[in-house]
């Protein structure tokens, strides 16, 4: 059984959470509010940031990109060793062109550049909260798209997906985040343009 830290109670945070439990994981969810933590999914551990440890072998980074280098900071060496997934879209809300920090490709290789000891895994980024939620997306079961390096990280994260009933697609090497940030700064267009619906988006099918 897998044990999986969830930095963020938010929408993406707590869908993942339930996504998790659902796995039959153990679920620890690390966020500034205990509360808010606690009550992320039904069967998690709440724990609040910069103070609990974290106890996952995967830790899911659920926070907006901005976010990432305080939680990599509070965190450094307890990330070495683990599986760390990078579900960010990186997009100035003000423009919606990606921001990334100077020189970086992609979130999901920066943040593999600051963390050499980890795995590093893009998961989530592609679909909407809502249908992580339901784990449905028109009809279907959702599809979460996968990009890593490491062959068995981006396994565990996959086995995970799929045990709570979702299903996942390989997208290949890390540098492919490249194109799946594109391609959830897209969708995320498309719903603020109001001609997707927050509760779809785009839909791999299987
Ligand atoms: N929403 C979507 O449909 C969607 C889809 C794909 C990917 N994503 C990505 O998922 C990530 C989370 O998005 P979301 O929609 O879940 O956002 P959200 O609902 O606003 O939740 C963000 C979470 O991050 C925490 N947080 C914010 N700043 C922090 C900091 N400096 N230190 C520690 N914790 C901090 C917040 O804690 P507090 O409650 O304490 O503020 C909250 O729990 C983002 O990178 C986003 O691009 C979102």
Known sequence: MSNITI?????????????????????????????????????????????????????????????????????ADQFAGKTVVDVSNPIDF?????????????????????????HVVKAFNTTFAATLATGENDGAPTVVQLAADDEAAKKSVAAFIEAAGLKTVDAGALKRAQYLEGYGALQIILGVTNQTPWTAGFKVVK
């Open 7 to 75: 930095f963020g109670a938010g929408n993406i945070g707590s869908a993942v959470a339930d996504i998790a439990v659902k796995s039959g994981a153990t679920v620890q969810v690390i966020d500034r509010n205990a509360d808010k933590a606690a009550a992320a999914a039904d069967g998690v551990t709440g724990a609040i940031f910069g103070e609990a440890a974290i106890t996952g072998d995967i830790v899911v980074l659920a926070l907006p990109f901005p976010a990432y280098d305080e939680a990599i900071a509070a965190y």
């Open 94 to 118: 003000s423009t919606f062109d990606l921001a990334l920090p100077e020189g970086a490709k992609s979130a999901a290789e920066y943040v593999a550049a600051k963390l050499p000891q980890s």
